[in-house]
């Protein structure tokens, strides 16, 4: 990842929404959400949360797919761990130990461990 991507993640998770949305994506896992039951655990009506959705989208952070007559959204768990990795690559300035809780949070995030 590099800034660009990061700044982009970022400016989309720094609305409360968004923020919420992802959080519930990352929670429900492989099998996602439809955007209908989004919009009914966020408390944001429909055309509300088709804008929000987007955004999310277009920064990556979030993966859509259609099955039957539904959308179905999911956390991008890669970039989730990539947007990680780019905060702790440069880990306490040659002293990674000090950071190794946090690199083994975002280990977990790595598409390697991502069940299929």
């Known amino acids: 990842m590099n800034q660009q991507q990061a700044l982009g993640a970022f400016g989309a998770l720094s609305q409360e929404t968004r923020l919420h ?9 492989p099998e996602g959400m439809a955007a209908g039951l989004i919009a009914e655990r966020a408390g944001v ?3 509300n949360i088709s804008f929000h959705l987007k955004e999310l989208e ?11 007559r539904s959308i179905i ?3 991008n768990i ?9 905060l702790m690559e440069d880990c306490c300035a040659g002293h990674p130990e ?18 299929a």
């Open 21 to 29: 949305i992802v959080r519930m994506l990352v929670v429900a896992g």
């Open 45 to 47: 009506s429909p055309s």
């Open 58 to 68: 277009h920064s990556g952070l979030i993966l859509q797919q259609r099955e039957s």
């Open 73 to 75: 959204y999911r956390a």
């Open 78 to 86: 890669e970039v989730l761990g990539d947007l990680v990795r780019f």
């Open 98 to 115: 000090i950071c190794a809780p946090a690199v083994e949070v975002a280990a977990c995030c790595a598409p390697a461990a991502v069940k």
